[in-house]
């Protein structure tokens, strides 16, 4: 089979996928439309996830495309971990009010994946910005897709106005870099950032504020907490994982492949971002009422965690950030997924909303309280393991004082998600009887949850094939 075929083989079927869903959705009747097109999305993403696995594997790292896509273990294992996440999602959509039986929701997803594929692949500049405007311009619509609601309407509002302009700033940081390599191309380029001057800064600054934006770390994240909280729940949770993690990827490959003579430079500037967002993330969710916005500040949070796998710049530091995120898509899926299900029923996201919720849906309150043991690293779960190996990378490359910010900020996190579980498992509802009030769960929502639920545990007790995973794709960057 041929090796470019093979390299976009996921896009490829996924474009399939959208065809179908263009050409027999003016067929469907109304009644039979959300249903047709959840699983006809969720299934075709989960068949592009099986064969792939199946026939799209890359053997030694190569490029493709003239070079503008690298097929390796690092963009297959998040190609895979974005298949995943979109197959989720569009369960999701389907129990989604005025999400669900839209055909062109379920295109914008397709399309948001297949630019995420295409982040993580990229090895050209060219190739670069345009998967990542693939992937944002999709987001901003689904982000504000419920039109007759105000705050759908002003998150994606607010969305697409800091995308556009750290968008542009990153661009001018693309062309500052290609200017003064001349070339385009990642893995020739490295040659011309050797040594810290102005110029080598400048750029560093322009890249760091428009991959900033994309992972929501300080001082760029003050759009995630409203955008979050007014999108669809399930594109929040997309957006706080997948589009997260892609935005990682393209990190990763920036930084340990374009720079690394630069090295001890922008590592310090990234460990500041890292500290910086662990901290106040962790503090200003403390002080959350909104369970949508807590997990918006959680995952700025996270999003430092994670980025101590990249200042580490080390194999385990590699293999630490690729299963630190695939937990974390895990995870947070899981919690944003209770949060859907939830306010489908009682049409709110506040905390004291889920007053006596064990009562009322025993199975929701069981797969929240994984999620937010998973976030909060506590074993046996997945995020445990992804946190051990960030900050033992981390000690490994002497970031020791990083680390130390890191277990403190762990144990701040802690508190303000046991406190949700405490609303969850030890408050009532005042004169309301919890049985009598219960939360149902309809089909798609039980199936991905399930399959969640046993993902993070599996994340953190049978750990080998996980681990082998983020070893194959951390091997990969070096070749």
Known sequence: MSLNFLAILPEILILIVA?????LDPFWKDESRRTNLGWLTAGGLAAALILSLLIGRPSD????WGGMVRFDWLAFAFKMAFLFASAITALFFMDAERLGNRAEAYLLLLAATIGMNLMAAASDLVMLYLAIETTSIPMYVLAGFMLDDNKSTEAGFKYMLFGAATSAIFLYGLSLVYGF???????TMRSYFTTLNPISVGVLFLLIVGLGFKVSLVPFHF????????????????????????????LIRLFIT?????????QLILAILAALSMTLGNLVALTQKNLKRLLAYSSIAHAGYALVGVVAANQLGLEGIVYYLIAYILTNLAAFGVIAAFGRVTGTDEIRAFDGMSRRAPSLALVMLVAFLS????????????KVLVFAAAIQAGWIWLVVVGVINSVVGVYYYLTVMKYVYL????GENEEALPIPVTRPQLIALVVLTVGIVLAGTVFGPWFSLSTKAALSLFF
């Open 375 to 386: 976030l909060a690293g506590m074993p046996p779960f997945g995020g445990f393991i992804a």
């Open 258 to 266: 374009a720079f690394p003579q630069v090295h001890g430079n922008w």
């Open 223 to 250: 759009w995630a907490p409203d955008t979050y909280e007014g999108a669809p729940t399930s594109v929040a949770g997309l957006l706080s994982t997948a589009s997260k993690a892609a935005g990682m990827a393209v």
């Open 181 to 187: 390599s001349g070339t385009t191309h990642l893995e």
């Open 61 to 64: 790292p190569t490029f493709a």
């Open 19 to 23: 065809i179908l869903i263009l050409i």
């Open 427 to 430: 408050y009532r509802l005042e």
